[in-house]
């Protein structure tokens, strides 16, 4: 492959220079500008593989300049250099499409990897974002495609929002796969399964003899996954006293293990998702606004199942063959039109998660050729409609508050792992009571 190109915006001449160099000694080749209307003038006569701009230039400023390379060289991957401690202007470049950014003074440790980051991304040959891993053709499911791949060209933080069992973790693992950091590792963790004790532990690790216990060094979940993507699934569940190290740690781009003195570190793309409102909670003081901005650069929306019910067949059938496998069937059991016609009509308030549910239990009580409405189980009406509005007055209305009596009581289950006495308490019921609802509502 021929040498890569970058171009390089800065008005201060010691700044270029020191780029140059260092760009240089990676084996790039390098074109300077001090001005707007130059590095406009350079992108129309090269073709560049990545692109380094201040923030502050003589006739405008860096964003105008992603937004330009975003209009007419989507290609180019730019970062944006920024003053030490400016977050705001960190934030705004990445909303505009900058690829990362770095802080002055430059270190030039994250200066290489920001730029071995962005060149794997030159002459990449990906598959398409249909590929079969995220199921459907309604526009809900292609708009989230397309979102995917833009995203995956990018260092941004990535806030998902949706409801409980639309896929929050298979899309954020579809970003990192496509993305440059998808031969590193991908750590997931559920925030709110994690005792409050021990949470600054397990994010930043911590070094032997720190506190009882400690008895050999541990790495936390920020340096499982460095150089790589960090899921932060059900965020806000965070603690307070959390939130304020998580922001600092994104700022700063460096954790402090427990008991030590100073700060690793580290390359970490953080994308984070919740169920709840996070709006909602910043409106009442449980989850911090400065945070929030840190997370929420770019927001995306994995859509309710009932948004797509077109997509229900196809989805049904992909778990059938899959559950087909693992029960040893030669062959996966055929949906009939009545079971296909009463899936169609259920709001499914636990979306593709309770879909899955259904037919494993389906498959189940079937007798293993084809499977009818009756072994669905289903207790909606069938004159209530496909309309979710209608099933929610009908029939479906006592399970749709089963289901979020059950969704309670599993995330009490995990916050407490597993201890149904102090899931018992956190949900303020006996412990009598919570055994009989989770046999009651079956769950496992």
Do not use: W
Request: glycine share 8%; net charge neutral.
């Amino acid at each position: 492959m021929d040498k890569a190109h970058a171009l390089i915006v800065d008005d201060e001449a010691d700044i270029r220079e020191l780029l140059e160099i260092t760009l240089g000694r990676m084996g790039l080749r390098t074109h300077g500008a001090g001005t707007l209307a130059e590095a406009r003038a350079l992108l129309a006569e090269h073709d560049f593989d990545l692109c380094f701009t201040d923030m502050r230039l003589p006739d405008g400023n860096g964003i105008a300049l992603v937004q330009h390379i975003q209009e007419r060289h989507p290609q180019v991957p730019v970062a944006v250099i920024t003053a030490y401690g400016n977050a705001q202007a960190a934030v705004e470049s990445l909303k505009a499409g900058a690829f990362d950014f770095v802080t002055k003074p430059l270190d030039l440790q994250v200066l290489r990897k920001l730029v071995d980051a962005a060149l794997k991304l030159r002459g990449a040959t990906r598959a398409p974002a249909g590929d079969g891993s995220l199921l459907g053709q309604a526009p809900a499911i292609a708009h989230l495609r397309a979102m995917i791949e833009r995203l995956a060209r990018s260092q941004a933080p990535v806030h998902i929002a949706g409801e409980s069992g639309t896929g929050k973790e298979l899309v954020a693992r579809l970003i990192h796969a496509r993305s440059p950091r998808c031969q590193a590792p991908f750590v997931a963790v559920n925030c709110g399964a994690i005792p409050s004790e021990l949470m600054e532990s397990e994010f930043f690790g911590h070094l032997k003899g720190s506190f009882t216990g400690a008895t050999r060094d541990k790495p936390g979940l920020f340096q499982a996954a460095e150089g790589g993507t960090l899921f932060l699934d059900e965020v806000g569940d965070l603690p307070l006293h959390m939130q304020v190290k998580l922001l600092r740690a994104l700022q700063e781009r460096a954790v402090r293990p427990v008991g030590a003195e100073n700060e690793t570190p580290v390359n970490v793309r953080v994308i984070s998702a919740t169920h709840r409102d996070l709006a909602a909670l910043l409106a009442t003081g449980q989850f911090r606004q400065d945070l929030y901005y840190r997370l929420n650069v770019i927001e995306i929306r994995t859509p309710a199942l009932r948004e797509h019910p077109e997509d229900i067949p196809l989805l049904a059938e992909a778990i059938l063959a899959r559950l087909a496998a693992a029960n040893g069937l030669s062959a996966p059991p055929r949906l009939e039109a009545d079971a296909l016609a009463r899936l169609r009509q259920h709001p499914f308030p636990g979306n593709v998660r309770e879909l899955e549910n259904v037919l494993e239990r389906a498959v189940t009580l079937s007798d293993g050729a084809r499977i009818t409405a009756a072994d669905l189980q289903l207790r909606t009406d069938p004159a209530g409609g496909a309309a979710p509005a209608r099933a929610a007055a009908g029939g479906a209305l006592e399970e749709q508050m089963e289901e979020i009596e059950r969704r309670a009581i599993r995330e009490a289950l995990e916050k407490t792992r597993y201890n149904k006495t102090k899931a018992a308490a956190l949900l303020g019921m006996s412990f009598r009571s919570l055994r009989y609802r989770i046999k009651k509502l079956g769950i496992e």
